[in-house]
């Protein structure tokens, strides 16, 4: 903010005086990106017109003593340091320059607060050598500034465009210097496959290289007896068959509807297989071992152990009947399952049902490894997708080789 002239309060009181009410002192003046000030606006109402006139003001004193006044303040542009500042002010404060009382204590003040940053030092300064100028001066200033800070810009932008342009050049050409023959007939299979190419850029170096690996892809085809048609279809076709295996994959993942059924599988046979140990070892009397079984069941299903064969199987029939009978089952399977896994049938007749079950999951376990492997190409589902126990139950139903014939319904596996 300028600095007020040395009559600026005399004026402001003959203003007033005069019948005009101070609006601003002083007043902001706001041109495009630049902030001026200009030392008061005033309105008065004009009687003969019926309206308010708003006047802006300018004080400058132009005195005998500005000659030295001027000097000193030009002398300001060389002040460096908070130190040199100091100097500076004490020098005008000698030769009389500081008129309004209390000038130089205040002068002195913002000097030794902006003496520890460089910034707030950088203000003062600018501030100071900025409070005698009028604002005609102050407009050119700010305008010049403006216009430096335009042409810094736009230097800048077209700086960094030409290196950015550069350094692209400069990456095409290293990606053109690193086809070599052996690149291009890799890339050239690559595309007579599946149709695609590598990254390679935008430019001069980018294009070149595709039609390189184009070339050289046509040149092995014809050599091949391949037609252009042939080729496309061919290529369709392969495509079409990655599209193909990244669908089943992503089935068969833990958020796929596949994916999802294989782990209530396992989950069901898990607690099939968890059931059948309790009831043999109930069969048998074998008391220690049952008590062993149950704690198992528990720390699975994080409720208490059960202390019988019954309340074993009514805590694992809601998972086993997700692995047997699915989300899909109708009403009269679900009747069927929950009729036959009675829980108060005896050890012998649980042992047996959990035979046929075994049997008839064993099936579709068969069924759905076939479909896996045909559909994603690989031969990792019984050792990426199943449980132990579920491994063993595709095993045994892989040995009988009676996989998917015949499997029974849930009627069959229980009897009515």
């Not at 009028?134 to 500034?145: G, V």
């Not at 193909?244 to 209530?264: C, M, N, T, W």
């Not at 050890?347 to 079950?357: A, D, K």
């Amino acid at each position: 903010m300028p600095q007020k002239d040395t009559i600026h309060t005399a004026v402001k009181t003959a203003l007033i005086k005069d019948g005009w009410t101070i609006l601003a002192d002083p007043y902001t003046i706001i041109y495009r990106r630049s902030q001026l000030y200009a030392d008061l606006c005033a309105e008065r109402q004009e009687e003969s017109q019926g309206s308010k006139r708003v006047i802006v003001v300018e004080i400058k004193s132009f005195r005998g003593a500005s000659a030295l006044h001027d000097f000193h303040a030009q002398k300001l542009a060389t002040v460096q340091t908070p130190e040199d500042a100091m100097a500076w002010a004490q020098e005008g404060q000698a030769l009389g320059l500081f008129k309004q009382p209390g000038q130089y204590e205040r002068g002195v003040a913002a000097i030794q607060r902006a003496a520890q940053d460089p910034q707030a030092f950088a203000r003062w300064k600018a501030a100071a050598m900025q409070g005698g100028q009028s604002i005609t001066e102050q407009l050119k200033q700010q305008l010049e500034q403006a216009k430096q800070a335009e042409q810094v810009r736009q230097f800048n932008f077209t700086d960094q465009r030409i290196r950015s342009e550069g350094a692209l050049d400069r990456e095409a050409s290293d990606a053109d210097v690193s086809f070599t023959p052996e690149a291009i007939g890799n890339a050239a299979d690559r595309y007579n496959v599946d149709g695609t190419l590598p990254p390679m850029g935008m430019g001069k170096a980018g294009s070149a290289g595709r039609a390189a690996i184009l070339n050289e892809a046509a040149r092995r085809k014809a050599t091949e007896g391949v037609s252009g048609t042939d080729q496309r279809i061919a290529q369709l076709g392969a495509k079409g068959e990655a599209q193909a295996k990244a669908a089943s994959l992503r089935a068969y993942s833990a958020a796929g509807k596949e994916g999802q059924a294989i782990q209530a599988t396992n989950t069901g046979l898990n607690h099939l297989e968890t059931i059948e140990q309790l009831a043999q070892a109930q069969k048998n009397g074998q008391t220690q071992l049952f008590n062993s079984i149950a704690n198992k069941i528990a720390a699975a299903t994080g409720q208490p152990a059960p202390t019988n064969l019954a309340a074993a199987i009514t805590m694992v029939a809601p998972e086993v009947s997700k692995a047997v009978i699915g989300a899909a089952g109708g009403q009269e399977e679900r009747a069927n399952f929950a009729k036959n896994f009675n829980p108060n049938g005896s050890p012998e007749q649980t042992l047996q049902g959990i035979g046929v079950i075994k049997d008839l999951m064993g099936g579709r376990l068969t069924e759905a490894q076939r479909t896996y492997e045909r559909t994603t190409g690989s031969t990792d589902f019984r050792g990426k997708m199943l449980s132990p126990a579920a491994q063993r139950v595709l095993d045994k139903a892989r040995q009988a080789g009676d996989a998917g014939a015949g499997k029974p319904s849930l009627s069959d596996i229980f009897g009515q």
